[in-house]
């Protein structure tokens, strides 16, 4: 699927869209469904797989990964997760 493709997150609009090179097109991404405004912080790839980290709200430990599926058709929720939970497990990663 991420092959021959280069993908971006638009912050100001918060669009995601990617330019596929076999087809020589530009295509919009479907932003995951959610019920509230997220704030997206990471869109990148890893394994092969496309992800969307974002938080409900700002400066909140609370974070969300979404998957992309295959199709490009939508996302679906891979984690969820708290960094203040990580930060209890493993105090060693804080910056002092």
């Known amino acids: 699927m991420l092959l021959k493709t280069i993908y971006w997150y638009n912050q100001n609009n918060q669009s995601l869209a990617y330019f596929d090179f076999n087809d020589d097109s530009v295509e919009i ?5 959610v019920t509230e405004t997220m704030t997206y912080y990471y869109f990148g790839e890893s394994s092969r797989h496309l992800h ?7 400066w909140t ?3 969300t990964v979404f998957e992309m599926l295959e ?3 939508g996302w679906f929720v891979k984690y969820d997760g708290d960094f203040g939970a990580l930060a209890t497990a493993f105090p060693q990663f ?3």
């Open 94 to 96: 804080l910056i002092r």
């Open 61 to 63: 430990s609370f974070f």
């Open 71 to 73: 199709d490009r058709s």
């Open 29 to 33: 991404l479907p932003k995951p469904q």
């Open 52 to 58: 969307l980290v974002g938080s409900w709200r700002p």
